[in-house]
């Protein structure tokens, strides 16, 4: 049998190719046109952006004077927390420096800040004081319900008759 070929090459056999089965022209072609068709659409998107956000800026309102920044204030309290246990422990600790210590108030006037316990033993030892006049009353006591007897009386506790 005879290889015959019906396009005129000649040489080895399978060396050889077929230009009729493939059109390059036809895949370039399409390559460009889709390339031309995305670069479109990209300017499209472009210029539909553009417009959005211009629009977008021209409808928005400025922000107030007040939420402009002003230095480096710190806002009010109470603000967030960035580290919550030492916070708790340094609050508990100022906490129990007030309690626990001594301080004067008004150190002129004689009036200082003694230790809660150290406060409940002498009410204990002494007894509540009396009560201050109320102004009007021509500079006597409150008057105490019946039944009531005044702190500080000797022996006498405040005895409140139950409500009926």
Known sequence: MAHTDPHGAHGPAGLGHEPTDANLSSSTTIIVVTLVFLAAVFAAMWLMYVQFRSAAERSDTPPPPMAQRQGDRLPPEPRLLTNEP?????????????????AW???????ARI????????????????????????????????????????GAAAQVPPKQ
């Not at 009007?136 to 009386?153: D, F, I, V, Y």
């Open 86 to 102: 030492l916070n708790l422990d340094q609050f508990r600790e100022a906490e129990e420096k007030v309690l626990r210590g001594y």
């Open 105 to 111: 108030v008004d150190e002129q006037a004689g009036i």
């Open 115 to 154: 230790p809660v316990a150290r406060a409940i033993e002498l009410v204990a030892e002494r007894g509540l004081p009396a009560p201050a006049p109320l102004p009007g009353t021509g500079g006597a006591p409150a008057a105490l319900p019946a039944g009531a007897t005044a702190p500080g009386e000797a």
